[in-house]
């Protein structure tokens, strides 16, 4: 769906009609409408974020008896509360705008605006789009927001691997220390299965060779046979376990196996269909020919950046990813300048490795760019956040102009 009716700016008031400010919440949802001289329609009401509710805000609106398209609505962007009412008000033809909590909250307390309801806050983002100080969200598209859907997952799944690889490193000091020294990596599927069905070196002292030679000879018959499963034997034979809580800590190792066995399958068949999502994005293959972006980097820059045509200049991307400088200044007091570190923590982090990277490729203009730096005399971290900065610029320049990249030209971007 197009989301031509998002205002990515504060637009002119002679342009509008009403403004309607809408404070989301999971189970009812607040509204207030103003005129652009701040006078207030009708009395401030709650309705519920149901069928039913939407029928009656849009009953609301339309008792208005104006265009839709002069009608602004604002809502805060919290999570996906506001999503199915947002895409419906769209639909409708209404002129919609995202307004982060943070600064609708700096205007309500710069106002002395203290009291805190549903209904206040709804007026007061009805206020916030009357006064000009509006910085506006952003509502990502379709194929941004898939991309996010996916990153977010992928990030959940990813860090729920190193948890539960975590959690099973810690159950096998107490419960088959010696382990790994038949299966050096403790977390790969045969390791995994065998862990699964024999979570203590008491267990497999119970199974005995022969179950254990069976069970390695379905798992892996051309790594794995009857001599790993004497060694592990004997290990367990005479394995320092403790011996404490191993009926618990048994069951817990068998839970944490199975439950990282799933989550490693779903992660790879996730990881596929990100894989297949760049295949089919041109811009994504834009992208892909920097030497320095892998694959992860590339779809993380599309969903964090979405339409970057709405960057009119290169200081805003640079800003929107948390690379500006930012100093904190009071009378004749002045601190340190330090990264302002707004946006995505994971593109910085993905940046911060691409930059790396660069530093180890034979031939990178990147790299030429951080040694130019550096002999100029400038230390080596800033000299990294300037190949930073210089990546996000680049990365930006390709997706606005659509040219194919030219390491030559990194230079002069």
């Avoid at 519920?48 to 602004?72: M, V, Y």
């Avoid at 550096?374 to 390709?398: E, N, P, S, W, Y």
Wanted: hydrophobic fraction near 40%; include cysteine; glycine fraction near 6%.
């Amino acid at each position: 769906m197009s989301n031509s009716n998002v205002v990515p700016t504060p637009p002119e008031p002679a342009s509008l009609r009403y403004v309607v400010g809408i404070d989301i919440g999971s189970q009812t949802c607040a509204m207030c409408c103003l005129t652009p001289e701040k006078r207030q329609v009708f009395k401030p009401s709650t309705f519920a974020n149901t069928r039913e509710g939407f029928d009656w805000l849009f009953e609301k609106l339309a008792s208005l008896k104006s265009d839709p398209s002069s009608i602004l609505v604002g809502l805060e962007a919290t999570s996906r509360y506001g999503e199915n009412l947002s895409q419906a008000l769209l639909k409708a033809g209404y002129r919609l705008c995202l307004l982060h909590p943070a600064q609708v909250h700096a205007f309500a307390q710069q106002r002395g605006l203290r009291a805190k309801t549903d209904q206040l806050d709804a007026g007061t983002i009805a206020r916030v789009l009357l006064s000009g100080e509006a910085r506006f969200g952003y509502l990502p598209d379709e194929h941004t927001g898939t991309y996010r859907e996916l990153l977010r997952l992928q990030q959940q799944l990813s860090e729920d691997v190193v948890r539960y690889k975590n959690e099973l490193h810690a159950l096998l000091v107490v419960l088959f220390p010696e382990f790994v020294q038949v299966f050096a990596d403790s977390t790969r599927p045969t390791a995994l299965a065998v862990l699964k069905r024999y979570p203590s070196a008491q267990a497999v002292v119970d199974a005995g060779v022969e179950q254990l030679s069976h069970l390695l000879h379905e798992l892996a018959p051309h790594h794995y046979g009857r001599p790993t499963a004497q060694a592990l034997f004997a290990l367990a034979q005479t394995s320092i376990a403790s011996g404490v809580a191993v009926m618990a800590r048994s069951k817990s190792m068998s839970i944490v196996c199975d439950q990282l066995e799933h989550t490693l399958i779903n992660l790879a068949q996730l990881e596929q269909e990100i894989d297949q999502l760049l295949t089919n994005d041109p811009q994504a293959k834009r992208l892909l020919a920097v030497a320095e972006f892998g694959p992860l980097t590339v779809a993380v820059l599309r969903a964090e950046l979405g339409d970057v045509q709405r960057f009119a200049h290169m200081d805003q991307v640079v800003a929107y990813v948390g690379l500006d400088i930012q100093v904190k200044q009071s009378g004749k007091w002045k601190g340190q300048s330090k990264l302002s570190k707004r946006g995505s923590g994971r593109v910085r982090r993905l940046l911060y490795l691409a930059a790396l990277r660069s530093l180890h490729e034979k031939h990178s203009p990147f790299k030429d760019y951080y040694q130019r730096l550096v002999d100029r005399g400038l230390k080596k971290g800033t000299a990294l956040v300037a190949v930073m900065r210089k990546m996000i610029i680049v990365g930006v320049h390709l997706l606005k102009t659509q040219d194919l990249y030219d390491a030559n030209k990194v230079g002069i971007q």
